[in-house]
């Protein structure tokens, strides 16, 4: 199945991330948001990040006008009615996504495929919501998209080979290398990396070593990009949180229990980078 246009539902962080490298990559590409502020928001993301590619002379101008030319905005979700992929990364909610899902699916070509880019709920639960469980997949990038390699490829237990092989070549054509992980909430990175941002705070709560010292240890230790208090800093501690409530509800273990300094720090409003505040400092 030939792949044209693609759509993606959210201009947020990830969505405006994963709209710049479809349209980067090729695709026509439409991205969604629910009023102009957010969209202009997430566009004028997009623009300073190309801008800034330019300046460091990893792109031409031409290439950057080429991109924005391939990407349009709206705030009207039926206008992704005619594309072939269209991948969601709306907020975190099962409820708002599930209602995307459905009206995407009365909209869509048959051959269309619908992906969601959830980093915690199952994706059998959004292909439910549709009368196509079998074109419904997840496609997991990470933050920074443009930098990170990797994409999560996630097959339910309904997803046909077909849906499943586009979905893999799509990602691959979008630069990225492919994991392929069941549809077991958290996938394979989150999995593996929740616990260990929870531990990190279980450590530091406990007094082991300075959160400075932790994060020094595992970036000089075992050559991280970033500490574990960085990383739940540049992820959102709210979004950790919702995150870990998740894989607990699932789970039932006790090394998904978010600890109660996060839960503390989320309701004093320290967000991490974004907030201006939350194991560091950003406000300057
Ligand atoms: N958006 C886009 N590009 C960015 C960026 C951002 N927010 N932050 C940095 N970059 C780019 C820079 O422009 C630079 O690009 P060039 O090499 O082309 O010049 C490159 O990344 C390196 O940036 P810096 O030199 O400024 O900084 P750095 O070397 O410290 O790298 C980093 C920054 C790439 C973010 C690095 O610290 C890193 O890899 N951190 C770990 C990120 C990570 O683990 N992400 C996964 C989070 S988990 C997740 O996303 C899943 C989930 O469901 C929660």
Same mark, same amino acid.
């Given at each position: 199945?030939?792949?044209?246009?693609?759509?993606?539902?959210?201009?947020?962080?990830? =969505? !405006?991330?994963?709209?710049?490298?479809? &349209? +980067?990559?090729?695709?026509?590409? /439409?991205?969604?948001?629910?009023?102009? @502020? $957010?969209?202009?928001?997430?566009?004028?993301?997009?623009?300073?990040?190309?801008?800034?590619?330019?300046?460091?002379?990893?792109?031409?101008?031409?290439?950057?006008?080429?991109?924005?030319?391939?990407?349009?905005?709206?705030?009207?979700?039926?206008?992704? =009615? !005619?594309?072939?992929?269209?991948?969601? &990364? +709306?907020?975190?909610?099962?409820? /708002?996504?599930?209602?995307?899902?459905? @009206? $995407?699916?009365?909209?869509?070509?048959?051959?269309?495929?619908?992906?969601?880019?959830?980093?915690?709920?199952?994706?059998?639960?959004?292909?439910?919501?549709?009368?196509?469980?079998?074109?419904?997949?997840?496609?997991?990038?990470?933050?920074?998209?443009?930098?990170?390699?990797?994409?999560?490829?996630?097959?339910?237990?309904?997803?046909?080979?077909?849906?499943?092989?586009?979905?893999?070549?799509?990602?691959?054509?979008?630069?990225?290398?492919?994991?392929?992980?069941?549809?077991?909430?958290?996938?394979?990175?989150?999995?593996?990396?929740?616990?260990?941002?929870?531990?990190?705070?279980?450590?530091?709560?406990?007094?082991?070593?300075?959160?400075?010292?932790?994060?020094?240890?595992?970036?000089?230790?075992?050559?991280?990009?970033?500490?574990?208090?960085?990383?739940?800093?540049?992820?959102?501690?709210?979004?950790?949180?919702?995150?870990?409530?998740?894989?607990?509800?699932?789970?039932?273990?006790?090394?998904?229990?978010?600890?109660?300094?996060?839960?503390?720090?989320?309701?004093?409003?320290?967000?991490?980078?974004?907030?201006?505040?939350?194991?560091?400092?950003?406000?300057?």
């Amino acid at each position: 199945m030939a792949i044209e246009k693609v759509g993606v539902v959210g201009c947020g962080l990830m =969505g !405006a991330g994963i709209a710049q490298v479809c &349209a +980067a990559s090729g695709y026509a590409t /439409t991205v969604m948001e629910v009023n102009d @502020e $957010l969209l202009n928001r997430g566009l004028g993301r997009i623009g300073k990040q190309l801008a800034r590619a330019v300046e460091k002379g990893k792109m031409t101008e031409a290439d950057h006008s080429a991109i924005m030319e391939r990407l349009h905005g709206t705030t009207t979700l039926s206008d992704l =009615g !005619a594309c072939d992929v269209v991948i969601e &990364a +709306a907020t975190e909610n099962v409820e /708002t996504k599930k209602k995307i899902f459905a @009206e $995407l699916d009365s909209r869509m070509p048959q051959h269309g495929i619908i992906a969601s880019n959830t980093s915690s709920l199952t994706i059998v639960e959004l292909a439910a919501a549709t009368q196509r469980p079998d074109r419904i997949v997840g496609l997991h990038f990470f933050n920074p998209v443009p930098i990170m390699k990797l994409v999560e490829v996630v097959r339910t237990i309904v997803t046909s080979d077909d849906a499943y092989e586009t979905a893999r070549s799509f990602a691959a054509s979008l630069g990225k290398e492919v994991v392929e992980a069941k549809d077991t909430t958290g996938f394979v990175v989150n999995r593996l990396l929740v616990p260990y941002m929870l531990d990190a705070i279980r450590c530091y709560e406990q007094g082991l070593a300075s959160k400075e010292d932790i994060d020094r240890g595992m970036k000089l230790g075992c050559g991280y990009p970033m500490g574990p208090f960085e990383l739940l800093d540049f992820v959102g501690l709210d979004t950790t949180l919702y995150i870990a409530e998740i894989m607990f509800d699932e789970f039932r273990e006790p090394r998904f229990a978010p600890p109660s300094l996060l839960r503390r720090m989320v309701t004093a409003g320290h967000h991490g980078r974004k907030s201006g505040r939350g194991f560091y400092d950003y406000s300057k």
